[in-house]
Structure formats: C-alpha cells, structure tokens
Nanobody
Framework: QVQLVESGGGLVQPGGSLRLSCAAS????????MGWYRQAPGKQRELVAT???????NYADSVKGRFIISRDNAMNTVHLQMNSLKPGDTAVYYC???????????WGQGTQVTVSS
C-alpha cells in the first residue's frame, strides 16, 4: 500500500509564501504523474499542478506564475512552492499519485492552507 504524506501547510498573510511537500512511501519514478489538488469549503476538488515522469508540468490558470511544482526523486518527494498567496488560495491541499498498468490512484490525507490577514 502506497502512502502519501503532505506537510508544510499553515496560516500565511496575503502575499506570503508556503512550500508544501508530499513524501511517498515508494520510489516516485514508479508514478506516471504526481500532483497537487485543492478543495475549498463548499467547492469541488480542483487541480492545482501536476508533473509527469518526463517533468512535463500543468498548472491551473489561477496559479500560473505564482506556484511551482517540483520533484526530488532521491527523496521520493514532490513539492509545491506557493508564492504571492491570495485569500482565494485557502483550501485543503492534497497530493495525488497515479501509477499505470494497472491504473491506480493514490491520495494523501491533505494539509490545510489558510491565507488571511
């Protein structure tokens, strides 16, 4: 069973930065895609950023230019650097990993990010 453990969430003022980390219990090169999603109260879970094994990235329009996804294969960790945070970024952030053949999706337990003055 694969475990994904997120960390780095917290309370930050508008304009501030946070760095989220997702540590996997197995070698992350075994996942075709890893990424970050978020869910705000009363809203559906939405994509924030993803990265494939060939380092192709995809970002939600709302975070382009502010957030950066990266991976550290040696540490089996994926990071999300979040800059210029806005109150609208407030949500629980979840790490997701997808393995193919067969296709299996894994989720972390989530970490709360609150942007408020």
């Amino acid at each position: 069973q694969v475990q994904l453990v997120e960390s780095g969430g917290g309370l930050v003022q508008p304009g501030g930065s946070l760095r989220l980390s997702c540590a996997a219990s197995r070698n992350i090169v075994s996942f075709s895609t890893m990424g970050w999603y978020r869910q705000a109260p009363g809203k559906q879970r939405e994509l924030v950023a993803t990265m494939t094994t060939d380092s192709t990235t995809n970002y939600a329009d709302s975070v382009k230019g502010r957030f950066i996804i990266s991976r550290d294969n040696a540490m089996n960790t994926v990071h999300l650097q979040m800059n210029s945070l806005k109150p609208g970024d407030t949500a629980v952030y979840y790490c997701k990993a997808i393995r193919i053949r067969p296709t299996v999706t894994y989720w972390g337990q989530g970490t709360q990010v609150t942007v408020s003055s």
